[in-house]
């Protein structure tokens, strides 16, 4: 990545001020105001994740039929995001802003909930940071790292990107379920885009579309604010069947403020979901937490990190262990808040764009995320349609990854493809890793290649096949 020229400080930092101290600012030649500018301007292309994460995860049921509380859940959201974000700014000290994961987010919604109930769903998610805190301490995340091929973790993300769209896709209705005898998926209804919430949605992609490839500052924010201002409107003037908008119908919000509902805080049941969905299912999705919050985190942090030249000559990033344990707490923060875990955010890159440079940017964005736990009653507004658009763009800018798979190359071109496809055709990332990595396996067996095979991917790849054939195992041993 290009990296941006580092600010001059101010002759208000030249005293050596604690705060200048604390967080470097001199040494990393930056100011105060600049760091106070990066963290504003981070949180304001980050903010859509307040409205967006509760709608997702308060759109979908548990097991026994429960759906979680969207003023709750964007109070989770919100704190959460708020005091992991803070955290990293105090002991990483780097200019990077976490919240729940649009990678993991999906794996909580659709793979871990329909088998077993919320609060065991959370155990999960704070199960995965332990995991991830334990191998950043250990070193652990190391081994993973060189074990699965760097072309199947570009795999991994194009196909979690391709699956996040499909999502906001179909919560839109412009893909629907075909009729009987027709194509499993059709546009819209029957071949055709029907309703105003629809419109909606194409108003919303196009102008998000827009405002983001003219790099306007908080673009998918300002699409959702509009597009919700739009639904409002059309909600009352068409006078709409409220079931057409789906879980959130928008009318305007009696108030702008509330005090924040911590209802889901601690609510969580550690090991109850490997009694409720089997041990088999639960250790899969425990894994594909791990793996999608790992690797997402991993991308990120290099990334920015390198936008903001704070890697040193040796392309290797100082402090990076205190950077990885801080994201797996991170993780834990969202389990035990009551939603999905959070991680190191791409969007952080708007900040570096303002000249930050240090952890002070996140205190300021951390600090702006806990704030907004009082303004809860502005999700209870925002349909689907109007946040879909951001599934969609963020779906795209994930596919990106797709340029560094040598697709010339079979052995890696075929796995990725199948870990690409399956998770949206399947509705399951669980499926498109596990298919991947078998898929990766059985080609590198039949070319004799054994030694390429990393011992930990061979096991992994023999516990997914034992998922898949779950159905025929429980026969046979129930025979």
């Known amino acids: 990545m290009t990296q941006i020229e580092s600010p001059t400080p101010t002759a208000t930092l030249a005293g050596g001020s604690a705060l200048d101290r604390f967080f470097k600012l001199s040494e990393r030649r930056t100011t105060v ?30 097991i026994d039929g429960n759906h979680l509380s969207i003023a709750q859940l964007t109070t989770a959201t919100a704190f959460s995001a708020g005091l992991s974000t803070v955290l990293m700014g105090l002991v990483g000290n780097v200019p990077l802003a976490l919240a729940a994961g649009l990678g993991v987010v999906p794996v909580v919604a659709f793979q871990a909930a ?46 979690i990107g391709m699956f996040i769209a499909m999502i906001g896709l179909v919560s839109a209705g412009v893909v629907g379920h075909g009729s009987a005898g027709g194509p499993p998926v059709t546009l819209g209804v029957d071949g055709h885009l029907q309703g105003w919430p629809v419109l909606v949605f194409a108003v919303g992609l196009l102008l998000m579309l827009a405002l983001y490839i003219r790099k306007v500052p908080g673009a998918i924010l300002i699409s959702i604010a509009i597009s919700t201002v739009l639904a409002i409107v059309i909600n009352w003037a068409a006078k709409i069947d409220p079931k057409t908008w789906g879980t959130v119908v928008p009318e305007a919000p009696k108030s702008l403020f509330a005090t924040p509902d911590f209802g889901l805080m601690f609510n969580i049941d550690l090991f109850g979901g490997f009694a409720r969905a089997g041990g088999l299912i639960a250790s899969v999705v ?7 919050g790992f690797f997402d985190a991993m991308g990120t942090v290099f990334g920015v990190s390198d936008e903001a030249g704070l890697l040193d000559e ?20 969202g389990g035990l808040s009551g939603g999905a875990g959070s991680t190191v955010y791409v969007e952080s890159a708007t900040g570096v764009g303002e000249g930050a440079r240090t952890g002070l940017t996140s205190v300021v964005t951390g600090g702006l995320f806990c704030a907004a736990v009082f303004f809860t009653p502005l999700a209870a507004v925002v349909p689907i349609q109007a946040a879909a658009p951001a599934l ?59 030694s390429e095979i990393h011992w930990l991917v061979g096991a992994v790849s023999l516990v997914f096949a034992a998922y898949f054939g779950i159905n025929g195992i429980q026969q046979v041993l129930g025979g």
């Not at 290797?316 to 834990?332: C, E, F, R, S, Y």
């Open 314 to 333: 040796k392309g290797t990033l100082p402090g990076i262990g205190k950077i990885l344990t801080v994201d797996g707490i991170a993780q834990v923060i």
């Open 286 to 292: 425990l894994f594909t937490l791990v793996l999608t």
């Open 33 to 62: 105001s600049r760091e106070i500018r990066g963290g504003i301007t981070t949180f304001v292309a980050m903010a859509y994740v307040i409205l967006l994460v509760p709608l997702i995860l308060g759109g979908v049921t548990d």
């Open 114 to 159: 329909p088998h077993m109930t919320w609060p065991q769903t959370m155990g999960l998610v704070v199960l995965m940071g332990l995991i991830i805190v334990i191998m950043a301490a250990t070193g652990l995340r190391t081994l993973i790292i060189n074990a699965i091929p760097v072309a199947l973790k570009h795999a991994i993300g194009v196909g």
């Open 392 to 450: 969609v763009l963020v779906g795209a800018l994930m596919m990106t990854q797709a340029r560094k798979i040598d697709w010339n190359d079979l052995e890696i071109a075929v796995p990725a493809f199948i870990t690409i496809a399956l998770m949206p055709f399947t509705y399951s990332i669980t499926n498109g890793v596990g298919a991947g990595l078998i898929a990766y396996t059985v080609i590198k067996l039949a070319r004799g290649k054994f």
